[in-house]
């Protein structure tokens, strides 16, 4: 696959919160206004990224030359640990407003499906170090993309005459599934369409 091709295919045909259903919890949970929303989207994006690089690096250079293949999950979780550690500091550092506002979804991008799901997908795939980069920023992205579309909808309906059996979280789950409905419109025929695969 070309990388404009794995940046599409991530962001928008295989969007990971609205196509594959992974990663729900910071999605509903952070969701409630823009900047929180685009903070949480930006320390994914990050971690998914560099973790990405870093898994397949590790999984290349040290798990296949020893035949340690299926200790897969468990160093990727602990690489994806380190980071985010990482992050959480560096975070609390900038921004201890938007640190307090995270709370305990920050240390739960450790364990967020996204993270996890793009670095098992690119050794799955066989991607190279590159294609895992880009792929690892793809799967960020399009979180980052349904987050803040869906902080977007949350803040105007905070305004609305919502019936008090949909109010809060339900709600969330009716808008969230209604955008995911959107995204179903990507498909595979836009790469053939494009010519990208």
């Known amino acids: 696959m070309t990388i404009i091709a794995i940046l599409l295919t991530y962001i928008f045909i295989n969007n990971f919160i609205l196509v594959q259903f992974l990663g729900l919890c910071p999605f509903i949970g952070v969701s409630k206004n823009s900047e929180n929303a685009i903070g949480m989207g930006a320390a994914v994006t990050f971690v998914t990224a560099i973790t990405s690089t870093i898994c397949w690096c590790v999984y290349h250079w040290f798990l296949v030359p020893f035949h340690l293949e299926y200790l897969e999950t468990l160093t990727f979780i602990l690489v994806i640990a380190s980071l985010v550690q990482f992050v959480e500091m560096v975070i609390k550092k900038i921004s201890p407003p938007l640190y ?61 005459p919502v019936p008090k059996v949909f109010q809060g979280v339900p709600i969330a789950f009716t808008s969230a599934g209604l955008m995911a409905l959107a995204f179903m419109a990507f498909d595979k025929s836009l790469l053939t369409n494009l010519h990208l695969v």
Do not use: H
């Open 100 to 160: 307090k506002a995270l709370g305990i979804y920050l240390p739960l991008i450790t364990t967020n499906c996204v993270v996890l799901g793009i670095a098992i997908i690119n050794i799955t795939n066989q991607y190279n170090a590159i294609e895992s980069f880009f792929s690892g920023l793809a799967a960020g992205l399009g979180f980052t993309l349904a987050i803040i579309l869906m902080s977007n909808i949350r803040e105007r309906l905070e305004f609305k």
